[in-house]
């Protein structure tokens, strides 16, 4: 049985992650014409890696052979995304002004330590059948 930190984990890749977007994108469809070209490449590209963040988060509560590697390749491609959206002109209005850096900051320690936890947690190499760090 998944639960935990795991859980969570999973709740944040298959639930969390595609309802921000959602609201993202539902307040971007009414201005999509006016959008820059880059606004839109990189809306594409978030909606890209969180479809893969879905299908990582049900791989690991389904407890599939290479689900941590995915999850894993996961964060890494949402820390990049918000480094790369954070640090454009692009949607300047969704984040106020000051906030940016610090918030590419958190985004990228956020994932570094969900990325630590799947690498050194016992409970995760002992639900996917991984080897042992000892």
């Known amino acids: ?32 014409g006016s959008r820059s070209t880059l606004s839109l490449v990189l809306l594409a590209v978030r909606l890209a890696i969180t479809s893969v963040g879905v ?19 996961v964060l890494m491609l949402f820390g990049v995304e918000a480094v790369v959206r954070l640090s454009t002109r692009v949607d300047l209005s969704s984040a106020p002004p000051g906030t940016r850096l610090p918030l590419a ?6 994932n ?18 991984l080897e042992s760090k000892d």
Do not use: E
């Not at 990582?56 to 894993?72: E, S």
């Not at 900051?105 to 956020?110: G, K, M, N, T």
């Open 1 to 32: 049985m998944v639960g935990g930190w795991l859980l969570l984990l999973i709740l944040l890749l298959t639930v969390w992650n595609p309802a921000t977007l959602a609201l993202h994108a539902a307040s971007a469809v009414w201005t999509l």
């Open 55 to 73: 299908a990582a988060g049900i791989v690991l509560w389904l407890r599939r052979p290479g689900a941590v590697l995915l999850a894993k390749l």
């Open 105 to 110: 900051v958190f985004v990228i320690a956020h």
């Open 112 to 129: 570094a330590c969900w990325y630590l936890y799947l690498q050194v947690s016992r409970r995760v190499r002992d639900t996917y059948g």
